[in-house]
T-cell receptor, first 114, second 116 residues
């Protein structure tokens, strides 16, 4: 069964550094998402992406964040200047175009900011 | 805006006992509802979904959930718990937030432990 893959599984970065989290969504899916889960808290929506542009973003997704689908298969989340509070598990998800179809999640990238 | 409340951050049952994980939602429009399970160090795996067809939904691993509009609930049940069911369970709601995004709004999760 096709699956969403994320790399790396764990990223350790110094505060203030840029980090890029990578995702390969399921190939025939049309909608792409990033979520994050701070330790001990619930999973929170960051951004959705459709037709090569951001379709919705949350208040968390400020100017330090950006997303890209550079080559039609990869879907990346960039944090320009990381802060301690960016430490979290970041999940990528994708879903088909039909309304109501569930999102499929990757195993996540654990981001640790030192 | 939609929201999800999961009653009980931690539920403990004996092996073979009934599992009941509670979820209530709030939404101004008819929602899609989902249960996801997260095993340690893994991503979110879909257990089941409600998409306005049958109100009783069957999922994987023997789980099922019933959509009750009058109670705005979508509780997850399994008749007989197995040790392998120990995990964290998340209820999520999805509505069209514009542009057919259908972002997910999650509850805080319920950690299920199964005692031998």
């Amino acid at each position: 069964e096709p699956e969403v893959t994320q790399t790396p599984s764990h990223q350790v970065t110094q505060m203030g550094q840029e980090v890029i989290l990578r995702c390969v969504p399921i190939s025939n899916h049309l909608y792409f998402y990033w979520y994050r889960q701070i330790l001990g808290q619930k999973v929170e929506f960051l951004v959705s992406f459709y037709n090569n542009e951001i379709s919705e973003k949350s208040e968390i997704f400020d100017d330090q964040f950006s997303v890209e689908r550079p080559d039609g298969s990869n879907f990346t989340l960039k944090i320009r200047s990381t802060k301690l509070e960016d430490s979290a598990m970041y999940f990528c998800a994708s879903r088909p175009g039909t309304a109501g179809q569930p999102q499929h999640f990757g195993d996540g990238t654990r981001l640790s900011i030192l | 805006a939609q929201s999800v409340t999961q009653l009980g951050s931690h539920v403990s049952v004996s092996e073979g006992a009934l599992v009941l994980l509670r979820c209530n939602y709030s939404s101004s429009v008819p929602p899609y509802l989902f249960w996801y399970v997260q095993y340690p160090n893994q991503g979110l795996q879909l257990l089941l979904k409600y998409t306005s067809a049958a109100t009783l939904v069957k999922g994987i691993n023997g789980f099922e959930a019933e959509f009750k509009k009058s109670e705005t609930s979508f509780h997850l049940t399994k008749p007989s718990a197995h040790m392998s069911d120990a995990a964290e369970y998340f209820c999520a709601v999805s509505v069209n937030s514009g542009g057919s995004n259908y972002k997910l709004t999650f509850g805080k999760g319920t950690l299920l432990t199964v005692n031998p």
